[in-house]
């Protein structure tokens, strides 16, 4: 009886591969109709709409065919539809499974990456419409024909991340920043600052994606020395540091120059080197409510407490 | 482990330790800060025998000290500042060395009432560590020792003036420059042995005040 089922189960998938077949064929008809015209005497647009109106309805026939088939065909697996790429296989443990965790994984991943594809898209309108008084020039104009695309996560070929780093490496004595490709493509940058602390960014392409940051005398490892990046720190100051410096990497963000943006976010990451010696340039204390001024204003580097910035 | 500063805190005549302490306790805990547990740092002296240590004909001092922020180690501290950390067992062969053998006198001897030790409350505010802390000769009060620890960093240079206006609102001027024995070393990673040498400091101040009266308990 299993046998009689699966042959009408293959029956029908074969139909409906038949029916989209048909139902492709019939779309495309309309369209090459459309783009090379109709054969038909000069002048006589009715029989022309005809033609359109009928190879629509075939068209409209078609899809009605296959809706109707489509409901009587099961999934032979419970994955959803969307997840019918390699990603989707990441999710066949049924233990997993069961907690749905990975389908929800695959959707944020997903919606964010579309969130930064229309963040990209809007800074690029908003940057060409800026209200501004002056007016740019033929030279400004051209440079924004040159602007590159979105990049999202995908390193434009004419930046070297390495090189890029080794700048930023080189140009501050007291902050040595190293990159490392734990999994081939992912990039990490470690960064020490002086004696005052370590940290960590993940990057994907030049997009900064995540920054830790903990105390010189900590480690990014486990207790048994495997690598661990997303431990927090021991210590409160740096914790909300942390927490602050992640809101620092939206103000830097800038979709069409990337690579600047990286740049000028490890220069402003340099200021926190006077973390525990600058005192609030607002209240001129050290202390507020046990920390020191833990944020550096991100125009003028300024220290402030968290409780000084309004 | 973080930056440690230890300053003595004045005791106002008219005024018993005890009183002095409770206020700084009170003080500590209007702050904002939590009870975690007591501490103790304690100190012995032993003098060479200066028959048996042929090398050195002058008579020499090693003090012992314990710090109960680090439980397994034991630390050496030589007249001239050397200082050695080590396991607890080192305690045995200091013992080996005080023992006196047929008929012969030891190498090391205890001195006498030089015990001293400096125990007390300690409490925890954001990343710091505040101990207060009386210190005993010979199980006589002497003063109060205040501790300040700022555990996210380890430059002393970098973070004084942060632990400067948190001890001035406790022991006032005196807590005005780091503390001397410190000096030497500003711009180096501060580690545990920085701290014993702290406390043997105020230790040997303590014991050189011992022939003054001790004030009133
Ligand atoms: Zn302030």
Not at chain 2, 126 to 148: C, M, P, Q, T, Y
Request: hydrophobic share 35%; proline share 6%.
């Amino acid at each position: 009886m299993a046998d009689n089922r699966l042959d009408t189960q293959i029956e029908k998938l074969t139909q409906a591969i038949k029916l989209t077949q048909k139902l492709r064929a019939s779309v495309t008809k309309v369209f090459t109709d459309l783009s090379d015209g109709f054969q038909a005497p000069k002048g006589d647009e009715k029989a022309l709409l005809n033609k359109l109106q009928k190879s629509l309805t075939a068209v409209n026939d078609n899809l009605g065919d296959l809706e109707k088939l489509a409901p009587n065909i099961h999934s032979t697996t419970n994955i959803p539809p969307l997840l019918l790429n390699s990603v989707g296989l990441l999710g066949l443990d049924p233990a997993t499974d069961k907690s749905g965790i990975t389908t929800q994984l695959h959707h944020t991943h997903k919606w964010t990456n579309k969130v930064h594809k229309l963040g990209d898209y809007t800074a690029q309108f908003l940057g060409t419409n800026q209200l501004k008084r002056t007016n740019q020039g033929p030279a400004g104009q051209a440079k924004r024909l040159r602007r590159p695309e979105p990049t999202i996560h995908r390193i434009p070929e004419n930046i070297n991340i390495q090189q890029l780093v080794a700048s930023v490496d080189r140009a501050y004595a007291d902050m040595s920043v190293s990159l490392i490709r734990p999994m081939g493509n992912s990039t990490v940058l470690q960064i020490t600052l002086a004696k005052t602390l370590k940290a960590v960014i993940v990057l994907r392409g030049l997009l900064i994606e995540y920054v830790s940051i903990k105390a010189y005398s900590e480690d990014f490892l486990t207790d048994d020395g495997r690598p661990d990046i997303w431990s927090k720190s021991k210590y409160q100051v740096f914790n909300k540091v942390t927490d602050l410096v992640t809101a620092g990497t939206i103000h830097f963000y800038h979709p069409q120059l990337p690579d600047a943006s990286l740049k000028s976010f490890l220069i402003w990451l340099n200021n926190y080197k006077t973390l525990f010696s600058a005192p609030c340039s607002k209240c001129g204390k050290y202390l507020q409510g046990f920390l020191p001024p833990i944020w550096r204003d991100t125009r003028s580097s300024q220290p402030l407490h968290d409780g000084c910035r309004q | 482990m973080g930056v440690v500063c230890v300053f003595a805190c004045p005791v106002p005549e008219g005024k018993s330790g005890q009183q002095v302490v409770d206020g700084l306790q009170k003080q500590v805990e209007m702050m904002g800060a939590t009870k975690s547990g007591n501490f103790l740092v304690d100190c012995e002296t032993y003098q060479s025998n200066p028959q048996n240590v042929t090398q050195t004909p002058q008579q020499c001092v090693v003090n012992i000290l314990h710090n109960s922020e680090h439980p397994a180690s034991c630390f050496s501290v030589t007249e001239s500042g050397q200082i050695l950390v080590s396991d607890l067992l080192f305690e045995d062969l200091m013992s080996k060395l005080t023992m006196a053998k047929a008929g012969r006198e030891s190498f090391y001897s205890q001195r006498k009432g030089f015990k001293i030790e400096s125990r007390g409350q300690r409490y925890e505010v954001g990343d710091f560590i505040i101990k207060i802390g009386s210190v005993s000769l010979a199980s006589n009060f002497r003063g109060i020792l205040i501790e300040v620890e700022y555990c996210p960093c380890v430059i002393l240079n970098e973070c004084w003036n942060m632990m400067k206006e948190l001890l001035q609102s406790m022991v006032g001027n005196s807590a005005e420059t780091p503390p001397p024995v410190l000096k030497h070393k500003p711009d180096t990673v501060y580690t545990p042995s920085d701290t014993i040498l702290q406390y043997l400091d105020h230790f040997n101040n303590f014991r050189k005040a011992v022939s003054a009266p001790p004030p009133s308990r």
